[in-house]
């Protein structure tokens, strides 16, 4: 399977910045789309910024004007700038990817194992 590996989290204080990165490997076709998500515990799974291949990007409304998604299709990567940190922030974050492993076969989405970032007040 397509593995997809996080790196970057970890422990920072309220108004400071983390880069997520998010690298795919394996045998695969293309990726479409990727994103990045994050689930506090209890609580639902939910979008942060995702963007397409063509670099078209959307946002949660409430990392919109601090969070910043970019891509490196070379690479195969997906980043997550995260600038102006605020506690509410403080998740596990998962990286997405939505992927052909074979040309004009249905997509499949593949999941990193997530990484914990946590924004202290």
């Known amino acids: 399977q397509v593995q997809l590996v996080e790196s970057g989290g970890g422990l920072v204080q309220a108004g400071g910045s983390l880069r997520l990165s998010c690298a795919a490997s394996g045998t695969f076709f293309s990726i479409n789309a990727m994103g990045w998500y994050r689930q506090v515990l209890g609580k639902q799974r939910e979008l942060v910024a995702t963007i397409t291949s063509g670099g078209s990007t959307n946002y949660a409304d409430s990392v919109k004007g601090r969070f910043n998604i970019s891509r490196d299709n070379a690479k195969n990567t997906v980043y997550l700038q995260m600038n102006s940190l605020k506690p509410e922030d403080t998740a596990v974050y998962y990286c997405?990817?939505?992927?052909?492993?074979?040309?004009?076969?249905?997509?499949?989405?593949?999941w990193g194992q997530g990484t914990q970032v946590t924004v202290s007040s």
């Open positions: 997405n990817a939505a992927v052909e492993k074979l040309q004009a076969l249905p997509e499949k989405d593949y």
